[in-house]
């Protein structure tokens, strides 16, 4: 019944399903509009009626085949009792978390009543969603989660953060064990709310160095697959291990994950040889090339497809839609996915 889900279940359909990373958000109108209404971005976040609607807001402009839930990574460590704020132009901010202390800091206590506005806006959303529409739910994967909640703020490097992990490499592995348990459990919530489909996002995976690899992405992202796919058999999970080039293949065969969304620098004919046939490939497409439009546009989506050989893949970015994009170059670039045969 929806082209995004069939894809999972190995029907092809005709052109490939297309969403985007960061679809709601500030290169739209409407969605400037309800933030406004808002004093800050986790007043939005936790407010079910608002979040449902900023999540439906892409939907009712471009025929999008699937919904992702409004909400950020940055909930769970809220949820925990960390202070996370989000201050205009300057990103998230938190109350850095020391290794030495996280389980005295940190507590799962109130979790699912803290989350619970997460949960009630998929339920609010689902009931308004055409069922040919997939609904994606999601969470941080555990390194990306962890950086943030020990350097406080995004980073080029998160020198902070995984100087603290090298220094104490025992804490730091027993805090993404906590985070991947954590992951699972706002997950499987998630999916008993409504969502049909899950993406993890490891934006800053390319920051952890080979020799941690294993112990630092794929064994904590293991974990967190192993624990839905036994909750919930054949969900579609959508993996988002940004910059890790040819770690890739490991990522895939050891994490077991059903999909992955790739960034920008991985070439599509790399991964088309390289990972699985049976893995659903997702992304790659350049956010800038969105911006500038026209016939750049036009030839990056040709070769996309092109490059994609006939296998069934999920039209997206390569990442998230940055807010100087003229939704009309979105309009555009749904129309030419929509034509491809
Ligand atoms: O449309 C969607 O994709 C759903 C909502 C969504 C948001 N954040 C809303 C948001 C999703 C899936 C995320 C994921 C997220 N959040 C990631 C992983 C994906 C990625 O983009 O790398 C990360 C690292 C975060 C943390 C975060 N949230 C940062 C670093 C920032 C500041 C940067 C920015 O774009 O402003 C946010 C804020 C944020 N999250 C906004 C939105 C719409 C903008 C805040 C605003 O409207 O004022």
Not at 188 to 207: N, P, R, S, Y
Request: glycine share 8%; hydrophobic share 40%; proline share 7%.
């Amino acid at each position: 019944m929806s082209q995004f889900l069939d894809i999972f279940k190995g029907i092809k359909s005709c052109c490939p399903p297309i969403w985007f990373m960061r679809q709601a958000g500030r290169y739209l109108p409407e969605y400037l509009e309800v933030r406004k209404r808002c004093k800050g971005f986790l007043d939005l976040c936790y407010n079910p009626e608002l979040a449902a609607e900023v999540t439906l807001q892409p939907l009712k402009r471009f025929p999008l085949d699937a919904a992702i839930i409004f909400s950020d990574i940055l909930v769970i460590p809220h949820a925990l009792g960390q202070k996370v704020s989000f201050e205009e132009g300057t990103g998230p901010k938190l109350d850095p978390l020391s290794l030495d202390s996280f389980e005295e800091r940190l507590t799962f206590k109130n979790f699912f009543k803290n989350a619970a506005p997460v949960y009630q806006t998929i339920h609010l959303t689902k009931s308004r969603l055409s069922p040919s529409k997939a609904l994606i739910g999601f969470a941080g994967a555990p390194w990306t989660l962890a950086l943030y909640m020990i350097e406080g703020e995004g980073s080029r490097d998160f020198a902070k953060a995984k100087g603290q992990a090298f220094e104490n490499e025992k804490v730091f592995t027993a805090l993404l064990d906590y985070l991947s348990e954590v992951v699972s459990l706002h997950l499987i919530e998630q999916v008993k709310a409504g969502v049909q489909t899950l993406q993890l996002f490891d934006t800053w995976a390319g920051l952890c160095p080979a020799t941690h690899f294993e112990k630092w992405i794929t064994s904590p992202t293991r974990k967190i697959v192993s624990n839905l796919s036994e909750a919930f058999p054949n969900l579609p999970f959508i993996g988002f291990p940004k910059g890790i080039g040819t770690n890739l293949g490991e990522y895939v065969t050891q994490t077991k994950i059903s999909g992955v969304s790739l960034d920008i620098s991985t070439p599509i004919s790399w991964a088309t040889e390289n990972l699985p046939s049976s893995l659903i490939l997702e992304g790659n497409l350049d956010p800038v090339l969105l911006v500038a439009g026209g016939e750049s546009l036009k030839k990056a989506i040709f070769s996309i497809h092109e490059e994609m050989q006939g296998r069934p893949y999920i039209f997206n970015l390569g990442h998230g839609i940055l807010p100087q994009t003229p939704p009309s170059h979105v309009e555009t670039c749904v129309q030419i996915v929509k034509g491809l045969r």
